[in-house]
């Protein structure tokens, strides 16, 4: 049986291999509430798809992406992620962003992303 420390190790694995859009298939549970900081939740799977595939259209390139911190609790992970990118409109870039994931049944059912958003 895998556990939740290894699920979120292959799926930080995939997101380093440029292969995110695969991890959000097999990780995230259908009904997923993801949520930017204190912006206005998005709810399901398919309406999340749509948002992680306009953000990443942004983008020309990313020249990195890794976790810098992973910590596994009770149905809880959180990772500290570190990009380093080119924008399409605004060049090159760097940010660092955590990512708190509530798990149930082997599947992330809640995502929040904190990140300084000036």
Request: aromatic share 12%; charged share 30%; net charge negative.
């Amino acid at each position: 049986m895998e556990t939740i420390q290894m699920k979120i190790n292959d799926l930080n694995s995939l997101a380093v291999q440029g292969r995110g859009l695969e991890a959000f298939d097999k990780y995230y549970d259908d009904d997923v509430i993801m949520q930017e900081n204190e912006n206005t939740p998005t709810v399901g799977k398919a309406n999340n798809l749509k948002r992680e595939k306009a953000f990443f259209e942004e983008f020309e390139e990313f020249n990195m992406i890794g976790p810098l911190k992973v910590a596994v609790g009770e149905n809880v992970s959180m990772v500290e992620w570190h990009y380093k990118f080119i924008h399409k409109k605004n060049g090159p870039g760097e940010w660092t962003q955590v990512s708190v994931q509530e798990w149930k049944e082997g599947k992330i059912i809640k995502e929040k992303f904190y990140y300084n958003s000036k």
